[in-house]
Every structure is written in structure tokens, then in C-alpha cells.
């Protein structure tokens, strides 16, 4: 029985800790990013989104002290998250236009809250983080493929599928945020048939993008495309990555693209062919004059979640993020939401910094491309509340603690500046300066010397 307890330890270190809850975030991300219910029958008569959010908020209540990180290692973006969810569920109840319909939907964007931060919590590996990303990335492959065919003959798309997927703009959203994971999945992959699977996936997603005929989308798709064609094409040095996007986006453009340039030329009022679109146009405009004016009367707390629509007399929404957040959940949600994704930024541009394996590398540069699109894009479509952005904040997250829990002393070399306060006498002494030795040799040092002049040389070192 030795040779039993000495291979006991090595057998519990293999297993993957928490697997219910894993299990359960694995289920919402399905349940939100694929919708079931929607195209394969019977689902419709259960309520898959309530059972996977009532199980991820169990699994998040169990996982707390049993998890490796704690919520003590909930770093502020997470923090910055919570906050917002917090503040928007205040604001329903100082709301001027619709108190109750307020917290219901500021109570429902609140699930993402859970998810973000059980994401956090469980997923330590990146094995998880990998599984993650597949089952959100092949879900959105799925829900293009289904939008495509049951689509043919349905204008932009629009209605085919339920939910977060029922309106044009959010569907291409959700395709092209997905479409850089679909890449990197594809740069990694082993095999000629997981390379064609990912190929056709991409190829598909890219046309249903153009079926939607989203400007919104269309804008997001070319920036996050010349990201991921920089990233992956120019510093990967591959020459064929770029000539193959071109033609493909060539073709797409002559071939379905019709529809969405004559909404694009119809922006300047000089078209006949598409006279709708440029009262679209006229129309949104409206409505960012009127989410400005709410902000201004409103400027704390809003008009509540989702009011905007009645409030502008419309009954539609402000295309533009950053304004339906403002205008919605006053001027400190929108300050919030800033800092959130400025977080979000703040680990890929660490990460960028650091030497990464070639495959966690390939994730850093698909999320950046993706976030960097999502950015941009979210200045002209209302996609405050969707999911998907705030999924690929939590995996920038993920990833940066696992890299500085494999290596503390390598991320910290990797911040750009430090704050360190050195006391002489009675008077503290701080510095701010580029890093240049790592944060340990430096503390060491720095506790040797009382001399300011060399405590400053030491620094500069």
C-alpha cells in the first residue's frame, strides 16, 4: 500500500477543483450564447435561463472559500462591475419614467454580475479557459449557421432567432466579437479537418454579417479585422492570413454587400433606393440629441434601465453604448462602465508585455482584436447590456492572474509605473518613474539605503 500513498497526492493534484460549478458557468454560456430553446424543439418549454442562472448564483455561493482565489483576489475591474450592477439596481427606484420595469431589467442584467465573477473564481487553469472560450466561440458558429439558413428570406435577419439574437445589430455584435476566437482557434489547431471546420465556421459567420446589413456591425467587423489581420497577419508574418481576408471580404462585399452599402449611401440623403435607411439615420441622430438631454436632467441616477425607450417617445434606443448607459444610469454608471473596459485594457496591454506561450499568446491578441472592435462599434449600436463584452473582460482577467500566480515577480516587472513611499527621518519620500528592475530587487535595495538622492539613483538604475 506505499506505492498507493505516494501516488495519492499526485492523483488529487490532476483533478480539477470545483467541477459542478464549472459545470454550471459552462451551462449559461451554452444557454446564452446558442439559445437552444430557440431551434431545437421542445427546449421552448423550459426555462433554461432561469435554472442555469439560479444554479451559477448556487455555485458561486458554494465556491466562495473553496475556490483557489477568494474574493479578496477580485480585482477592480471586477469590483468596477459590481459597483455598476449595484448602482443601476439604485437607480430603478429613482426613476421618473418606470420604477418597476427598471429593477426588473437592472435585476436581470445583474446575472452577469454572478458570471463574471464565478469566472473568475473557477476558471484556474487554462485548460477551463480554453473550454470556455470553445463553447462560447462554436455556439455563436452555431447560431450563424442557423441564422443563415432559416434566414434566406428574411430581411437582415431580423426576428429569426429569439432573445439577444432577435435584432440585427445584436447579432452581428455577438458574431464578430467571436470571430478572432475563431481565428486563433484555427491558427492552433492540429489537422487538416479542425482547420477546414474553423474555416467554414469563419467564412459563414462573416456572411451572416453581411445578411444582418448592420452598419454597426459592419464597422465593428473592419476594425477588429484589421486588428486580428495586424496582430496575426503582419507581426505573425503571415502573408497568406491577409491576401485570403481581402479576397474573402471582396466577394462577400460584391456578392451580398448591396444591401449594406445602399444603407451606408443613404447616411448623405442622396439615395432613392434606400429611403428607410435614411430616416434610420435621421432617427438615431434624434435620439442621441435626446439621451444627451437626459443625461443633463438626469444626472445622477438616470431614467432606469431599458426606460429610454419609452422615454423618447419613439420606442426605440439609442444607438450608441456609452449615451444608453449614461442616459439610463446617470453619469456615475457611465463613469463605471468606463473604468471597467479601461481595466480590461490595462491586463492586455500587460500581457502584450509579457513573454506568454504561443497559445495563451494567441488568446491575448484575439481578445484584444475583439475588445478593440467592440469599443469602436459600441459608438454606434446600443449593446450596453449584452453579455459577450463583458465575457472577454472576465477572460483578460482570467488570464492575467493565472500568469501572475504562476509568476509574481515577472507581471510585476510588466506594470508600467509604480508608486513606492520610502520614509527618511519623519518625512515619507515617494517616487513615480518607469520600471527598470524588477519590484523584489528593488524593495531589497531601496530597504538598505536612508539616502533619498540615493534612493532616487537607485530608481533611475
Known amino acids: 500500500m506505499a506505492w498507493l500513498k505516494k501516488i495519492a497526492p499526485k492523483v488529487e493534484q490532476k483533478r480539477e477543483p470545483l467541477p459542478g460549478a464549472f459545470f454550471w458557468l459552462s451551462a449559461f454560456y451554452i444557454v446564452y450564447c446558442a439559445r437552444p430553446e430557440d431551434w431545437i424543439p421542445g427546449l421552448k418549454y423550459l426555462p433554461l435561463a432561469k435554472i442555469t442562472s439560479v444554479c451559477a448564483l448556487a455555485a458561486l455561493v458554494f465556491s466562495i472559500g ?28 429613482f426613476s421618473p419614467v418606470w420604477r418597476g420595469g427598471a429593477l426588473v431589467s437592472s435585476l436581470d442584467f445583474a446575472k452577469v454580475a454572478v458570471v463574471w465573477v464565478l469566472t473568475f473564481l ?19 458558429a ?46 492552433q489547431g492540429r489537422g487538416p479537418a479542425r482547420k477546414m471546420m474553423w474555416t467554414a465556421a469563419m467564412l459563414v459567420m462573416a456572411f451572416a454579417v453581411f445578411l444582418t446589413a448592420s452598419r454597426a456591425g459592419f464597422i465593428e467587423l473592419a476594425i477588429t479585422t484589421s486588428f486580428c489581420l495586424w496582430h496575426f497577419g503582419i507581426k505573425g508574418k503571415r502573408p497568406l492570413l491577409i491576401v485570403a481576408s481581402f479576397f ?60 429610454f425607450v419609452s422615454y423618447s417617445g419613439i420606442w426605440k434606443e439609442v444607438h450608441n453604448c456609452y449615451l444608453q448607459i449614461g442616459a439610463e444610469g446617470g453619469i456615475p454608471a457611465l463613469a463605471l462602465y468606463l473604468l471597467f473596459f479601461s481595466r480590461a485594457f490595462a491586463n492586455l496591454r500587460r500581457l502584450r508585455r509579457l513573454d506568454l506561450d504561443v497559445e495563451m499568446r494567441l488568446f491575448v491578441l484575439a481578445l484584444h482584436s475583439s475588445l478593440v472592435g467592440f469599443i469602436v462599434g459600441a459608438l454606434f449600436a446600443p449593446e450596453a447590456y449584452q453579455y459577450f463584452s463583458y465575457f472577454a473582460a472576465a477572460q483578460t482577467s482570467v488570464i492575467f492572474a493565472m500568469v501572475q500566480e504562476k509568476d509574481p515577480e515577472t507581471c510585476s516587472s510588466a506594470m508600467p509605473r509604480t508608486l513606492l513611499t520610502f520614509r527618511h527621518s519623519t518625512e515619507p519620500f515617494a517616487v513615480a518613474m518607469p520600471l527598470r528592475r524588477p519590484h523584489h530587487q528593488l524593495v531589497s535595495l531601496a530597504s538598505k539605503s536612508t539616502n533619498p538622492k540615493s534612493l532616487q539613483r537607485l530608481w533611475r538604475a
Open 66 to 93: 473553496r475556490a483557489k482565489r477568494s474574493l479578496r483576489n477580485l480585482p477592480r475591474e471586477g469590483r468596477y462591475l459590481i459597483a455598476l450592477v449595484c448602482f443601476l439596481v439604485l437607480t430603478s427606484f
Open 122 to 140: 473557477v476558471i484556474t487553469n487554462f485548460k477551463r479557459l480554453r473550454q470556455i472560450i470553445f463553447v462560447q466561440t462554436a455556439s455563436v
Open 142 to 187: 452555431v447560431i450563424a449557421i442557423i441564422s443563415v439558413a432559416r434566414g434566406r428570406n428574411t430581411p437582415r435577419l431580423v426576428g429569426v432567432l429569439g432573445g439577444n439574437y432577435s435584432n440585427s445589430n445584436d447579432l452581428a455584435f455577438a458574431i464578430v466579437l467571436s470571430l478572432p476566437f475563431c481565428l486563433a482557434f484555427l491558427l
Open 248 to 307: 474573402v471580404g471582396a466577394v462577400l462585399l460584391l456578392g451580398v454587400g448591396g444591401k449594406l452599402m445602399n444603407r451606408f449611401s443613404a447616411i448623405s440623403g442622396h439615395s432613392q433606393i434606400e429611403q428607410a435607411a435614411y430616416g434610420s439615420y435621421q432617427e438615431r441622430r434624434q435620439l442621441m440629441i435626446s439621451s444627451l438631454q437626459a443625461m443633463a436632467r438626469y444626472p445622477v441616477f438616470g431614467i432606469g434601465v431599458h426606460n
